[in-house]
């Protein structure tokens, strides 16, 4: 490892992002994206793709700066929600609801909020290293990997998103293939033939994954509120008064080991493509509860149960990053709309972009480190208005939700049919959520539609149509074993009732 | 043979569907050959996947239990359909301030208890919010009027 290089990398990362400029697009990313956060039924992937037009006029860096903020943003917007109103933002954050808004109702909301943000700090920081030091060795294994190479490794990232989503794996494996096949409508590339266009010229260029993203996730989302009624139900307001904000030392004290190991277990599930937020937080509590000496608190208010998975999940979120940006595969769904937003920005994620704009690559990572520091700063003193705007009636909120979303949705490409396909996936997210069917697996692999298709030609093109080439190219060979790995685990009884288990908890 | 999980069962229904018209739209597609792969080959092996994952998720139907589908929020999704939809084919046609206008008005009808004075207020201010945000702040082309 040369750290000379490393640290004139992050020499020119900071230079790059510590403009007036860029920290003002981090400030407004980080504000916003908490903002949008906190409202009830929308988690990140909605809040992301809601916001995500908004940075389409920025110059590259700028826009890459204020998504990474508007990205933590909402992630933390989750866990306050969570803490605060037992309502879960992302699937992450539904364990963050059981310690931390058993806390909020002892009357200890404040620490819990800080000690959530205390520990995504940690895990952020440690998750921005990682990424300096291991991001270049990646991309340059990276630089090697052929089209079998990459078609297994989306293979394996699809198939763990499956098998980590919540629900059925069946339907999680049918929503993928359902992705994949959204992803294909449009002009092929290859011989210049419209698919599954119908007919409209709006769809030559394919769907537009603002459109899927805000249909599915937004208003869908909308769709399913609305039909429980979410002010009735859903929404238990904390009437009393956040007080003494700050943890105190023994607090600290013990949040410290949860908080390194939560950051470990989140590191590792998300360097992992497809893997993620929502597992580490899981792994993380359960190990809590294990080493805890006082393991009967779990549930009632234990600081260890926000620290741990609060951080795994920060972690997770960070390292997610190292896949996407290296090898461009997203992890995630939200890390196919960040994807998406690098295309739209002009550039082609993948090993290259270390290279070619080193500006880009080390800016956006010095950012991540200011933006995660930004949340600190900015959240503690503004748990009181985030209050205050939970307190917003949902039937004033969704109107003005839906608002912004036609305007970001029109802004794209200036189309209506990218209105009206926003209508068919939103009604189809309806019908998804009503079926028991998650989203998630399917916003992932509509992204990697069209490149496991050219992928998976090249491949059988250099191999004369011989489908042995995935096993007999040795690094191709262990992502296929790793995937079929997942599966068979999965498969065994044991597992999958453990794995029923985890989810109900 | 009973349906035991409506969701499971019509899950499978909805891939199978999914996966039947996407064979049948690339059958016009030129299949190609395995080592010469043409526009029709990835989308027909994907829709063979569907219709075969759809048949398990459906059999599923007849053994695991479910919770059941429940009633669909009809009023929600229409209003909300004719209210984006309205935003879509409005916003160049009338412009941006009746556009928003009249789809805020129809998407609080979708609500549990609509106020007519309280949506109005809703709507104004929604309005010169985002006009402040999006075309004076991101200079966004919308046209604000008909009259341009």
């Known amino acids: 490892m040369d750290f000379e290089q490393l640290f004139s990398n992050l020499v020119l990362g900071f230079q790059t992002a510590v403009s007036l400029q860029n920290l003002l697009y981090c400030f407004i990313g980080v504000f916003v994206g908490t903002l949008v956060g906190v409202l009830p039924g929308i988690g990140p992937l909605a809040a992301i793709a809601m916001l995500l037009p908004a940075t389409f006029n920025l110059p590259p860096v700028g826009a890459l700066i204020m998504l990474a903020g508007i990205y933590y943003g909402t992630q933390y917007g989750g866990s306050t929600t969570a803490i605060l109103v037992n309502l879960p933002g992302e699937s992450a954050s539904v364990v963050t609801c059981m310690d931390g808004h058993a806390m909020a109702k002892n009357g200890r909301a404040g620490p819990a909020l800080a000690i959530a943000a205390v520990g995504s700090f940690f895990a952020g920081t440690v998750g921005t290293i990682l990424i300096a030091l291991f991001g270049p060795p990646l991309a340059e294994v990276a630089l090697k990997f052929g089209a079998p190479e990459y078609f297994s490794l989306m293979s394996m990232g699809l198939i763990a998103s499956a098998v980590l989503a919540s629900g059925s794996m069946l339907k999680a494996i049918a929503m993928i293939f359902l992705g994949l096949l959204f992803g294909i409508v449009g002009t092929d590339v290859n011989s210049g033939m419209s698919r599954f266009t119908f007919g409209m010229s709006g769809l030559a260029d394919g769907l537009s994954f603002v459109v899927v993203a805000m249909g599915l996730f937004g208003f869908g989302e909308i769709l399913s509120n609305l039909e429980k009624g979410q002010d009735a139900a859903g929404r238990e307001l904390l009437t009393k008064k956040i007080d003494h904000l700050y943890p105190t030392f023994n607090d600290l004290k013990v949040s410290m080991g949860p908080i390194m190991r939560g950051t470990a277990i989140g590191a590792f599930f998300g360097t992992l493509p497809g893997a993620g937020p929502t597992i580490s937080a899981f792994s993380s509590y359960a190990l809590e509860k294990k080493v805890a000496k006082h393991p009967e608190e779990f549930g009632k208010g234990a600081i260890q149960g926000v620290a741990g998975p609060e951080s795994a999940n920060n972690a997770a979120a960070q390292c997610a990053f190292i896949p996407t940006l290296t090898l461009g595969i997203p992890g995630s769904g939200t890390m196919a709309l960040m994807l998406g937003a690098l295309t739209i920005q002009g550039i082609a994620p993948g090993p290259q972009v270390m290279t070619q704009r080193p500006e880009l690559f080390w800016g956006l990572i010095a950012s991540m480190w200011i933006g995660n520091a930004m949340l600190v700063i900015l959240n503690l003193p503004l748990i009181g208005l985030w209050v205050k705007l939970l307190r917003v009636p949902y039937r004033i909120l969704f109107p003005a939700i839906l608002t912004f979303m036609a305007i970001g949705v029109y802004s794209v490409n200036n189309l209506d049919l990218d209105i009206y396909m926003t209508v068919f996936f939103g009604l189809m997210g309806y019908v998804f959520v009503k079926l028991k069917c998650e989203p998630a697996p399917m916003i992932l692999a509509f992204v990697l539609g069209p490149l496991m298709e050219e992928n998976l030609r090249r491949a059988l093109l250099i191999s004369r149509g011989d489908p042995t080439v995935f096993f007999t190219r040795p690094i191709s060979a262990v992502f296929l074993g790793l995937t079929i790995l997942m599966l068979i685990i999965m498969i065994l009884p044991a597992v999958r009732k453990k794995r029923e288990l985890a989810y109900k908890e | ?148």
């Not at chain 2, 010469?36 to 080959?41: A, K, V, W």
């Not at chain 2, 104004?124 to 009259?147: H, Q, T, Y």
Request: hydrophobic residues 60%; glycine residues 12%.
């Open chain 2, 1 to 148: 043979m009973k349906i035991t999980s409506q969701e499971n069962f019509w899950g499978g229904a909805m891939f199978i569907g999914f996966g039947a018209l996407a064979i049948f739209i690339a059958t016009d597609y030129p299949f190609g050959s395995a080592s010469r792969m043409g526009p029709g080959y990835f989308p027909t092996w994907i829709g063979i996947a569907l219709v075969l994952l759809g048949l398990a998720i459906s059999a599923t139907g007849f053994k695991d239990q479910g919770e059941g589908v429940g009633k669909f929020a009809w009023k929600p999704m229409v209003l909300l359909s004719i209210a984006f939809i309205f935003f879509g084919w409005a916003i160049d046609h009338v412009g941006f301030v009746a556009a928003s206008f009249v789809m805020v008005i129809l998407a609080s009808l979708a609500g549990r208890d609509f106020r007519w004075k309280e949506s109005i207020i809703v709507a104004i201010v929604l309005i010169i919010g985002c006009w402040a945000l999006f075309i004076k702040g991101l200079e966004l082309p919308f046209p604000l009027f008909w009259w341009r």
